[in-house]
């Protein structure tokens, strides 16, 4: 349930490292605004996901504080807006992640809610959104439902669906010529979802599916998953689950010695907590895809060193997406000069997004942020050279290639 404080991020003392700052804040001034139309003189914004379960740390307290710094940095420009932050635990349960948010939305008066970190969550909170007409920016939903044929025009996908994670591994790998799939998944709305997706493009892609078998969330013992995956003979083995699921999966990966054995895993959905968790003895060559890593360039070694600091580890792409979709929500509001919905999403449409997570994303008509993907894979152990530096970058995904055509989309908002 709603765990948390009713933050007033209006935030006291100076920023945690101003130089990172400064690079974050410049090149994304924007006027000032005229404010008339602020409800109730403050904007509040609501962080829910999971905060103490399988997906507590890609997500969870972390993606608070990227809410918190990106509060931070709004108010560095707008001092005279007042910005408060609120956060609650969904517990991964669709019916307690919709009663905090109807009540934020009816009773609190949260304007946007970030984050939300669980497929079936988010369609509960994306129709209650709609309803409301209430703004989400939404993390870890994996599900193409959300954008596809339960889309509404306040839910903006920021981070990643299924078909951008699994479009660039599936085509890359079938090239090299590893063209049979076994797929072990999460028996929720994303796992389904995920193998779904998958099997659509390996067929298009010339490979063949050799099964797919799910477990419950928070699953302990994956033997007798892994067997089926061994016995059927496919050339590579797809974990279509996350967080401690994935990292449980791969330590017994590894007891089994499957790799030895001559199967390819591939992780569907992976993060940067995930191979600190296992460790890069298990984690190593095993790929993903990602919409962002803290070691990309300076702008993102930037942000990461100052989430760092404040968190004790480094973001992942969960987190650091909460962060860019707070702080793209607060400066239209700003430019808006109003927390109307329609109005600050109108400026969140027409503004390309301009931070260190997507430089130059735009929102298209199914909700969907569109920005690059990188396929990533896990370094050995002797390769590491700093903390967290975990990923070796693969190749860059052009945002051109990450996303389902837009003409193909089940989207109802798409003009077609």
């Given at each position: ?194 193998v779904a997706e998958s ?140 927390d109307d919905t329609d ?74």
């Open positions: 349930m709603e765990r948390n404080t009713t933050r007033k991020t209006a935030l006291r003392g100076p920023l945690l490292q101003a130089t990172a700052a400064v690079a974050v804040v410049t090149a994304m001034s924007l006027p000032t605004a005229t404010l008339a139309e602020i409800s109730g003189g403050v904007v509040r914004v609501g962080v829910i996901n999971d905060q103490s379960g399988p997906l507590a740390d890609l997500s969870g307290p972390g993606s608070v504080v990227a809410a918190e710094l990106a509060i931070e940095d709004f108010k560095a420009m707008h001092p005279e807006i007042e910005v408060d932050l609120v956060s609650a635990d969904h517990q991964n349960k669709p019916d307690i992640g919709a009663q905090i948010v109807r009540k934020w939305f009816d009773v609190d008066g949260v304007d946007m809610v970030a984050d939300v970190s669980n497929s079936a969550v988010g369609l509960a909170v994306n129709a209650l959104a709609k309803e409301a007409n209430k703004i989400v920016g939404f993390a870890v939903i994996g599900t193409t439902e959300l954008s596809g044929a339960q889309c509404a025009k306040t839910g903006l996908a920021w981070l990643h669906d299924n078909y951008n994670l699994v479009s660039g591994p599936v085509r890359e790998y079938v090239g090299q010529g590893l063209d049979t799939w076994f797929f072990i998944a999460a028996d929720y709305a994303f796992g389904h979802n995920m099997e659509t493009i390996l067929a298009a892609a010339g490979g063949t599916s050799a099964g797919s078998v799910f477990h419950p969330l928070g699953n302990s013992d994956y033997a007798s998953f892994l067997l089926q995956a061994q016995s059927s003979g496919a050339k590579v083995v797809a974990f279509g689950n996350a967080g401690s699921q994935l990292v449980t999966a791969m330590k017994q990966w590894n007891e089994f010695g499957m790799t030895e054995a001559g199967q390819k895993p591939v992780a569907e959905l992976m993060f940067l907590t995930d191979v600190h968790s296992m460790g890069l003895k298990t984690a190593q060559g095993l790929s993903t895809v990602t919409a962002w890593y803290w070691d990309l360039n300076d702008e993102t070694r930037a942000f990461g060193e100052r989430f760092m600091a404040r968190h004790g580890r480094a973001p992942t792409a969960p987190q650091a997406s909460v962060y860019s979709s707070v702080f793209h929500y607060l400066k239209s509001v700003a430019a808006a000069g109003s109005a600050a999403l109108a400026k969140m449409i027409e503004t390309p997004v301009d931070d260190f997570f997507a430089p130059g994303g735009t929102i298209r008509a199914d909700g969907k942020l569109v920005h690059d993907f990188y396929l990533v894979q896990a370094k050995k152990p002797d390769e590491m050279t700093k903390d967290w530096a975990y990923y070796d970058v693969v190749k860059t995904i052009p945002a051109a290639e990450a996303y389902l055509p837009l003409e193909n989309s089940a989207c109802p908002l798409v003009q077609k």
